[in-house]
């Protein structure tokens, strides 16, 4: 699937917004569905968006609805996560990872199975 790349953390404040991006390979393009998922020492992971390959469509958990949009560019290899109105619980390290062509959404972490190293993401006043 080749490497993927994260970028676009940092810190902000609550209510704050932040855009990651994920540069990806162009093996990634059309097949797969990109994910972004979330770790922490005491949460664990937990995905946040997915989007699939097939259709475009988009997967949040309730936790994020409303407040985060995940899209893709396919032409320039790069996808994105805007997170608005962010909380301090969603202080976390942020990966971009991938699934062949469908988001699992009756998993976790939508199921994927690549994923890049991750950006950090500090919410504090």
């Known amino acids: 699937q080749g490497p993927l790349a994260e970028s676009g953390g940092g810190l902000v404040q609550p209510g704050g917004s932040l855009t990651l991006s994920c540069e990806y390979s162009?093996?990634?393009?059309?097949?797969?569905?990109i994910a972004w998922f979330r770790q922490t020492p005491s949460n664990g992971r937990e995905g946040v968006a997915c989007?699939?390959?097939?259709?475009?469509?988009?997967y949040y958990p309730i936790s994020v609805e409303g407040r985060f949009i995940i899209s893709r560019n396919n032409a320039k290899n790069t996808a994105s996560l805007q997170m608005n109105n962010l909380r301090l619980e969603d202080a976390a390290v942020y990966h971009c990872?991938?699934?062949?062509?469908?988001?699992?959404?009756?998993?976790?972490?939508?199921?994927?199975?690549?994923w890049g190293k991750g950006t950090g993401v500090f919410v504090s006043s």
């Open positions: 990872a991938t699934r062949l062509r469908e988001c699992d959404h009756s998993k976790n972490d939508y199921g994927v199975t690549y």
């Open positions: 989007i699939s390959a097939t259709d475009g469509r988009t």
């Open positions: 162009e093996s990634v393009l059309e097949r797969y569905a």
